[in-house]
């Protein structure tokens, strides 16, 4: 009200005066710094501290992958969930299997910056900006709160998959009751599991042929074997290498499968990402605070079909409900790297009128613009993906919470 009321006012004085009233939008947000200082007491960052108060999981996406601006702000964020509001999980758009190895192996002192080509994504393991993130995580490990990192990706791609996966599933196997050995076994013939074994390879790979129909028979009759055989086992409290870790590393193999060779796909893989998000919250790191990093296009939330099968962050906010928070960083002008070609890519003009070139009538390299009271779809619609609209009218409010404008974004340069 009180704001509404200083609007208001504020058109009363314009109007009188002859001067353009000022954008309402533009008169919300609120400044803040992109990069940490040395000593960070990151005041600027309350207002943002405040709408996340009540969050369980915040979700800090990014539009390209590619932008050096995003990458500076997030690991602010990031950092400011960490240091004062208690977030002591990471959750990273990465392979939940290469992830959950990285952080056994960080446990017994490994750094994360030195495992992580290869393994985690490239353009987080690879970039400048990336490998700050990941130095910043090895950073914390000698400190009395160190950050737990996760991986919520369905697709087990790295080279820890490729070499790891199938030997530790058969010592697993090897190991337990009843889902016990490899073949002879009573669950499956020595063909079915032929065949899991050579899809699962294929999967790894991400080649793009399919196997043939009585390969992925063989394939999903295994699945289903093993998925019966982890959920005998008693697994009183989960962790990486459990029954229950498994079951999740199985469900996304079988999500791959279908998102790679399944017309049609259903968003299989973001089913997938979702689900590992809430079996990491509810089962791994029950009852902490958790950051989510990753893309807007799998985290923000109610994509504007319902009918369509939902994203990652669909998923997510039906599990946690308003515990999921989004805070969605978008730009006005400027370069990325796009990540598919490793060049860098214009950022498109902003629309006139659209949220972008409101906030810009603002001064400031980056500004803040809090929850709405109630869902907005912006018009033109806000930026999404690659600094473009990403179905009809997404908006805060209803696709996310929080919104991070940065005025002017450049490309994150690679460094191995």
């Known amino acids: 009200m009180k704001a509404l009321q200083a609007f208001a006012a504020a058109w009363l004085v314009a109007a009188a005066t002859g001067h353009a009233a000022p954008d309402p939008i533009a008169a919300q947000a609120e400044p803040v710094r992109l990069a940490a200082t040395a000593v960070d007491d990151f005041a600027d960052l309350a207002p943002f501290g405040r709408a996340v108060e009540s969050a369980r999981v915040v ?13 500076v702000l997030k690991l602010r964020l990031l950092r400011y969930l960490h240091e004062r509001l208690g977030f002591d999980v990471l959750v990273l758009e990465s392979g939940f299997f290469d992830v959950g190895l990285i952080e056994q192996a960080r446990r017994d002192g490994a750094r994360v ?7 985690i994504f490239f353009m987080y393991s690879k970039s400048a900006e990336g490998r700050a993130l ?14 737990t990192l996760a991986g919520m990706d369905s697709q087990h791609t790295g080279a820890l998959s490729q070499a790891q996966l199938m030997p530790r599933l058969l010592s697993f196997l090897g190991a337990h009751t009843p889902a016990r050995g490899a ?13 899991f074994d050579a899809t ?13 129909a009585q390969a992925r028979a063989g394939f999903d009759r295994v699945c289903a074997a093993l998925l019966r055989g982890f959920a005998a086992i008693a697994d009183p409290v989960p962790s990486i290498g459990s029954a229950r870790w498994w079951t999740r590393v199985i469900v996304d193999l079988q999500a791959q499968a279908q998102q790679l060779w399944t017309a049609p796909r259903g968003n299989a893989r973001d089913l997938a990402m979702g689900d590992n998000v809430a079996w990491i919250a509810d ?43 989004v805070a969605h960083l978008t730009g006005l002008e400027g370069r990325y790297l796009d990540y598919e070609t490793l060049r860098p890519r214009d950022i498109p003009a902003a629309a006139p009128g659209g949220l972008e070139a409101r906030l810009a009538a603002r001064p400031g390299a980056a500004l803040y613009l809090g929850p709405p009271a109630g869902p907005i779809a912006d018009a033109p619609a806000a930026r999404t993906m690659d600094y473009l609209p990403f179905g009809p009218l997404p908006g805060r409010g209803l696709h996310w919470e929080s919104t991070f404008f940065i005025r002017r974004i450049t490309p994150v340069k690679m460094v191995r």
Not at 113 to 119: H, R, S, V
Not at 134 to 147: K, V
Not at 183 to 195: L, R, V, Y
Not at 284 to 290: D, E
């Open 200 to 212: 699962t390879a294929a999967l790894l790979a991400l080649r793009p042929a399919p196997p043939s």
């Open 113 to 119: 910056d030195d495992l992580a080509p290869g393994n």
């Open 59 to 71: 979700a800090l996406d990014e539009q390209t992958h590619g932008g050096h601006e995003e990458f």
């Open 134 to 147: 990941l130095q910043y995580l090895d950073a914390t490990h000698s400190t009395a709160h160190p950050i």
């Open 283 to 325: 089962q791994l790191v029950p009852g902490q605070r958790i950051a989510v990093w990753g893309h807007a296009v799998h985290l923000v939330h109610d994509v504007p079909n319902p009918a369509a099968p939902p994203l990652a962050g669909t998923v997510m906010r039906r599990h946690f409900g308003a515990a999921y928070h």
């Open 183 to 195: 073949p002879p076994h009573p669950d499956w013939s020595e063909e079915d599991w032929n065949a």
